[in-house]
């Protein structure tokens, strides 16, 4: 889907609440700052709920 680090990624999502749906996930994201490519990245995602952050981080292969 996306050539984004994981890690940028995960500190996005840092303090999110796991079951969390897309938007719930673009929110946390604008509240931790999260960078251009972090926000396309997650607004990209398949508009569903994930499970953790270990969900998030395997659409990054999709």
Do not use: C
Request: charged fraction near 25%.
């Amino acid at each position: 889907m996306a050539d984004i680090n994981p890690i940028h990624l995960q500190k996005a999502l840092k303090g999110a609440s796991y079951p969390a749906s897309k938007d719930d996930l673009i929110a946390t994201a604008k509240d931790n700052g999260a960078d251009d490519e972090v926000m396309s990245f997650l607004n990209d995602l398949p508009d569903r709920e994930f499970g953790g952050p270990n969900g998030v981080t395997k659409e990054i292969s999709s």
